[in-house]
């Protein structure tokens, strides 16, 4: 595990929600501010503008808030592991 690195899993009986608009990545600077990686269909996109950061911010705790704790959300990785195995 890596202790700055955060996946949760949604479960889908959610349904629609943030996060199927693609991956992206929020990467805090020493200095305060953000950027943003964002991946699409057809390549990926770099921000550091302070409205794209905010929005990205705003997307992930949207999902967070339909998210599997940390901690159920490994425990259903693992589980999915062993049954591929």
Same mark, same amino acid.
Do not use: C, N
């Given at each position: 595990m890596r202790p700055r690195v955060k996946v949760r899993v949604v479960p889908k009986e959610?349904?629609?929600? +943030?996060?199927?608009? @693609? =991956?992206?990545?929020?990467?805090?600077? +020493?200095?305060?501010? @953000? =950027?943003?990686?964002i991946d699409t269909q057809v390549g990926a996109d770099i921000t550091v503008l302070p409205k794209d950061v905010a929005s990205l911010t705003g997307a992930?705790?949207?999902?967070g808030g339909d998210a599997l704790?940390?901690?159920?959300?490994?425990?259903?990785?693992?589980?999915?592991?062993?049954?591929?195995?």
């Open positions: 959610v349904g629609i929600y +943030p996060g199927l608009a @693609g =991956a992206f990545i929020i990467a805090g600077m +020493p200095d305060g501010t @953000g =950027a943003g990686h992930w705790d949207d999902i704790t940390r901690r159920q959300s490994l425990d259903l990785i693992k589980e999915a592991v062993e049954s591929w195995k």
